[in-house]
């Protein structure tokens, strides 16, 4: 049995609506999880909701509702928000569904029974906001705490945790070992540079059923719930338990060494949540002697003119709406083409439409549409004789792409597919093929420019497939091909047999002058 490509996002709090920040995390792990795919390889993509703790407990109360009802409503916001994007995710986790909650009472009893967690008396200060509690380093110079942490409060109550400074040198040596294991490598140097600077406090992993009932029961203490995080965290082997993992469902000491999913091979997460990935969740599957994940990609904010997004000043770009407007695709394109992993980006109308116009209306969907209308008009829409003028530039493309893809490198990758566009787009002007066809004695050499033109689409519709779906579908639908272009290795030049009648050209994209 193979091991399948095994990709997440974080899970999204349900408290909430999907905004700019949600999409984009979802659109990376689509894009991986399609080029993957497109490399030959099975793939898992797993996405989905987080639905216990306090704030989701409090806002169903404020609405006078059952807390699964509320969670129920939401959810189906979301499910609907994922329909929106068109992922390709193969499941979607709800931490209230019976089998994400046995597994998790199934991990609490066996790591209780190991010795790994502890009771004790916690006093001291609570964000309920974050649902965190907070130390003396927490605070400010002036004695408050950060606004982000909402209303703090003094508390004293039991709980259970769970002893993670036992590993604390441990990780450190793995991920110094495994210089992939957080990407980027800044990213990876931050969470060395916390590990190394600070003593790890143990893990509180419960909440007394007395103040939050809204949560998984721990199995040998019915008085308390499950911390959120540490539930939620547990849905990237929930599901891959429950979709017949090897590994997870063999008996202990009864393992095999084959498996299906587990270890993930890339956890998509934003930058606020590193240390939940990064430090806990490697602790966590140490403690249950499961393997550690190949990789935690770990992506920046979202800012709009250069400011936070608020939905309080009304600085908020509603994805929605401008895939409404836009189209998905173009959406899809101007997040990935503006943004690279790991640092913060800029989202401005002006630098969305900028690029519309320019690199999809007049780039990408310029270069199909003319080419197609000179093949129709020059050649009755039928592909002549093969030539090779532009397969070194496809050629350098598709490598390139390849290689990239295999690196989670994106924003690379569709910079090097548009050099192929630009080139091909430079190609027309310098070959003229309006001068061409007064010219009957220049009738090869025009076939010869038809013939890379055409070629270079479909190969370009192949390349695009895992970034822009729609539009590498259009364009082989133009070319009036059969199949999708969900296989890289049919980039390979000379695709187009001479003889084949092309489709109706139309436009990909067409130009907004808004």
């Given at each position: 049995m193979s091991k399948r490509f095994y990709i997440t996002t974080a899970i999204d709090y349900v408290n909430?609506?999907?905004?700019?920040?949600?999409?984009?995390?979802?659109?990376?792990?689509?894009?991986?999880?399609?080029?993957?795919?497109?490399?030959?390889?099975?793939?898992?993509?797993?996405?989905?909701?987080?639905?216990?703790?306090?704030?989701?407990?409090?806002?169903?109360?404020?609405?006078?509702?059952?807390?699964?009802?509320y969670c129920d409503a939401l959810a189906a916001d979301w499910l609907a928000f994922a329909k929106k994007l068109e992922l390709t995710n193969d499941d979607f986790v709800r931490t209230t569904q019976p089998r994400h909650k046995k597994f998790v009472q199934a991990t609490l009893a066996k790591l209780n029974a190991a010795g790994h967690f502890y009771k004790a008396t916690y006093t001291g200060f609570y964000s309920t906001k974050e649902e965190t509690f907070l130390t003396e380093k927490d605070r400010l110079p002036d004695g408050t705490f950060d606004p982000s942490y909402g209303e703090v409060i003094e508390l004293k109550e039991d709980n259970y945790y769970f002893k993670l400074g036992a590993h604390q040198q441990w990780l450190i040596d793995f991920i110094e070992a495994n210089p992939d294991f957080i990407a980027p490598a800044y990213r990876r140097n931050e969470v060395l540079g916390f590990l190394k600077n600070n003593t790890l406090e143990d893990l509180c992993i419960s909440r007394p059923a007395a103040r939050l009932n809204w949560g998984i029961p721990l199995p040998f203490d019915q008085d308390f719930v499950t911390y959120v995080w540490f539930d939620a965290l547990v849905n990237y082997i929930s599901v891959a338990a429950a979709h017949g993992d090897i590994l997870l469902k063999a008996e202990s000491g009864k393992r095999k060494a084959e498996m299906e999913f587990w270890p993930a091979d890339v956890h998509v997460i934003g930058k606020d949540i590193v240390k939940f990935h990064a430090v806990y969740w490697p602790i966590m599957l140490k403690a249950m002697e499961l393997p550690l994940p190949k990789q935690i990609l770990v992506h920046g904010w979202w800012q709009k003119n250069g400011a936070k997004i608020s939905k309080s000043t009304g600085n908020v770009v509603d994805p929605i709406a401008v895939i409404d407007e836009w189209g998905l695709d173009a959406f899809r394109f101007y997040v990935l083409r503006e943004l690279d992993i790991g640092p913060d980006g800029n989202w401005t109308?002006?630098?969305?439409?900028?690029?519309?116009?320019?690199?999809?209306?007049?780039?990408?969907?310029?270069?199909?549409?003319?080419?197609?209308?000179?093949?129709?008009?020059?050649?009755?829409?039928?592909?002549?004789?093969?030539?090779?003028?532009?397969?070194?530039?496809?050629?350098?493309?598709?490598?390139?792409?390849?290689?990239?893809?295999?690196?989670?490198?994106?924003?690379?990758?569709?910079?090097?597919?548009?050099?192929?566009?630009?080139?091909?787009n430079k190609y027309v002007d310098e070959t003229a093929p309006f001068k061409l066809y007064r010219d009957p004695a220049q009738a090869q050499r025009l076939d010869e420019v038809l013939y890379n033109l055409a070629e270079t689409c479909r190969v370009l519709a192949i390349l695009l497939n895992p970034f822009l779906p729609g539009t590498a579908a259009k364009i082989y639908a133009q070319l009036n091909l059969t199949g999708a272009p969900d296989k890289l290795d049919a980039a390979t030049w000379g695709g187009l047999n001479p003889g084949h009648v092309i489709g109706e050209p139309a436009p990909l994209f067409p130009r907004k002058d808004v």
């Open positions: 909430g609506q999907p905004h700019l920040g949600h999409a984009y995390e979802k659109i990376v792990a689509d894009v991986i999880a399609r080029a993957r795919r497109s490399l030959g390889q099975e793939v898992f993509f797993l996405t989905g909701l987080d639905e216990h703790g306090q704030k989701v407990q409090q806002a169903a109360l404020a609405e006078k509702k059952n807390p699964q009802a109308d002006a630098g969305f439409k900028s690029r519309y116009n320019a690199e999809l209306a007049n780039g990408l969907g310029n270069l199909l549409n003319r080419t197609l209308s000179m093949l129709k008009k020059y050649r009755n829409g039928v592909i002549p004789a093969k030539s090779n003028e532009l397969a070194a530039d496809a050629a350098k493309a598709a490598d390139e792409t390849h290689a990239l893809l295999k690196q989670n490198q994106l924003q690379a990758a569709l910079q090097s597919i548009w050099g192929l566009v630009n080139r091909a």
